[in-house]
């Protein structure tokens, strides 16, 4: 075998080197890719449970949720701040979904069949009602307020 031969062997050896290097790259990117969203989900999991808990372990919030919304009781200063904070929470990781789902993270649709319904439940109260009507003219980007919008659109229509 000549030593142009051997030659010609190394850089085939070498291309085939190349080749199984980038498709190992391209699985590892693909594994990291799964992961990052994996990790979105669970960090949109993590601010909803923050949510959930605080109705769950704590009686005077569920009622500051359930009569404060329906407007069945008259809110003090304090309570009127409690409502709007848990609602801009609400609001918040609503809003995180929609993101998600924008950029691809989420399936598509993802918005619309979780996080819009439940929060159309809380804005269409009459104090959440309320609420929405000021905070989505600061706050939000038009984009989310445009699809909010839709979803309560959609709500009221099947109410």
């Known amino acids: 075998m000549s030593l142009e031969q051997i030659s010609y062997i190394a850089q085939i050896a070498g291309s085939v080197g190349v080749i199984v290097s980038l498709v190992f790259v391209g699985l590892q990117v693909r594994q990291n890719t799964a992961a990052l969203y994996r990790n979105e989900h669970n960090s949109t999991m993590e601010q909803w449970t923050v949510i959930r808990s605080a109705i769950v372990q704590n009686r005077d919030v569920a009622e500051l949720m359930t009569s404060g919304l329906s407007g069945e009781r ?29 950029r691809g993270v989420f399936a598509k649709g993802t918005f619309e069949l979780t996080a819009g319904p439940l ?13 929405w009507n000021g905070a989505k003219k600061a706050g939000f980007i038009p984009q989310f307020v445009a699809d909010v919008d839709a979803v309560l659109a959609k709500h009221t229509e099947r109410s």
């Open 74 to 102: 008259a809110l003090d200063a304090a309570d009127q701040l409690r409502l709007e904070q848990f609602l801009q929470e609400h609001a918040w990781a609503s809003f995180h979904i929609w993101d998600r789902t924008q």
């Open 119 to 131: 929060l159309s439940d809380v804005l269409t109260t009459k104090r959440g009602s309320a609420w």
